[in-house]
């Protein structure tokens, strides 16, 4: 009986300090929780950071976990993928948009970057191709050496001049080539009066000239001819027309040593003279006192067909300049393109501004039939 009581004592007591074990060790755990929810009210900001650096690795596992399974996705797709977006009918230009425009926004959220989005964005195809147009469009121009081609063609003629005593061409050259040619006759009696590419070719009678242009540049030369003749004045009346000044021997219209223009401004007269023989005669208008035509001996050097002179609100035709700012030329017009007939009425006196003043059809022939370079005397 006392054994029996005795073992009973030792069960209670074994399960007493079980019992009491317990709480001990549940009390200590308490404190253990209390002890560290008190230590992370005191540090709130290492919580904070605590946590913030939790939730940024967990998202970065995360997104390293969607790459791989993304990854595992395209290889274990393979082609069926490819067949899937073509069923969906979404071709694979509006993907490759959709990323360049996730790559142009940036990573504002400070997350780690694909590897892909550090690759070069690759410009779309209809940029490219416009970029390319605005740097062509020069290089279309293209210039291509020519060598020169070049005829002649009589764009005036037979006339005539001097009482019939003389028959003149002109001639122009149709040139082309590139660069442009640079252009030769190989006679003009109007010294380029009507341009570069026509040339004047006067005739006495009974003569003939080939005329002959050579046209040249970088690229080689060309050269053309045509024979020009000597015509009889169909509308001549058969008589001798020639007055008391017509020369009795033959004129060469080239040969500028041997003529001469003499002005007598007392006289107020043009003689046109060849190897000494008066070829023509004209009445004239010199300077007034007040503006005197200067007197010396001068030459030829300038044509001129029409000219308007504001100062003098007037105009004239058939300029010929010998020196400075004095020339033959016709009488005035004004500005509606008339004659002005008072000033015509003058001719024979000295009224002009300084120039020679011409009836037109002398004005016409001195432009039209002798060539510049004659010498030009002056005098009272």
């Known amino acids: 009986m006392k054994l029996k009581i005795k073992n009973t004592k030792t069960t209670l007591l074994i399960g007493l300090f079980i019992i009491v074990s317990l709480i001990f060790l549940a009390g200590c755990s308490l404190k253990g929780s209390t002890s560290s929810a008190e230590n992370d009210l005191s540090n709130p900001a290492s919580s904070t950071i605590l946590q913030t650096q939790t939730g940024v690795s967990d998202s970065i596992s995360s997104e390293n976990n969607a790459v791989e399974n ?30 360049i425009g996730s790559t142009n926004s940036g990573n504002q959220t400070g997350d780690s970057q694909n590897p892909d989005e550090s690759q070069p964005t690759n410009i779309p195809d209809e940029t490219a191709s416009q970029n390319n147009q605005s740097g062509s469009e020069g290089q279309d121009i293209k ?42 006759f190989n006679k003009d ?52 027309s020639a007055d008391e000044t017509a020369p009795q021997i033959v004129v060469d219209y080239a040969d500028t040593t041997n003529f001469l223009i003499d002005v007598n401004l007392t006289a107020q007269r043009v003689t046109v003279l060849y190897k000494n023989v008066a070829i023509k005669n004209m009445a004239c208008s010199g300077g007034k006192p007040e503006t005197p035509t200067p007197q010396g001996t001068y030459t030829t050097n300038q044509k001129i067909y029409y000219a308007w002179i504001p100062k003098f609100a007037m105009g004239a035709y058939y300029w010929t300049r010998f020196y400075g700012s004095y020339l033959f030329h016709s009488v005035p017009y004004d500005s509606a393109g008339n004659m002005m007939i008072e000033e015509l009425n003058k001719i024979g006196s000295p009224v002009s501004h300084g120039c020679i003043r011409l009836a037109l059809e002398d004005a016409k022939w001195l432009y039209e039939t002798l060539p510049l370079g004659i010498r030009i005397s002056i005098h009272n």
Not at 89 to 96: E, I, K, L, R, Y
């Open 143 to 184: 210039i291509t050496p020519k060598a020169p081609e070049v005829s002649l063609q009589v764009i005036s003629g037979p006339e005539y001049a001097q009482e019939n005593q003389v028959c003149f061409y002109r001639v122009r050259a149709d040139v082309i080539g590139e660069p442009f040619p640079q252009i030769k």
């Open 189 to 240: 009696d109007s010294n380029s009066a009507w341009g570069l590419n026509v040339a004047q070719v006067n005739l006495a009678q009974g003569q003939s000239f080939t005329l002959v242009c050579e046209a040249a540049n970088s690229q080689g030369s060309a050269a053309a001819e045509i024979s020009l003749n000597w015509v009889d004045n169909p509308n001549s009346s058969g008589e001798s």
């Open 70 to 99: 993304i990854d595992d996705n395209n290889v274990q797709g393979g082609e069926n993928t490819l067949d899937d977006t073509a069923k969906t009918g979404q071709g694979t230009d509006s993907v490759t948009d959709e990323t």
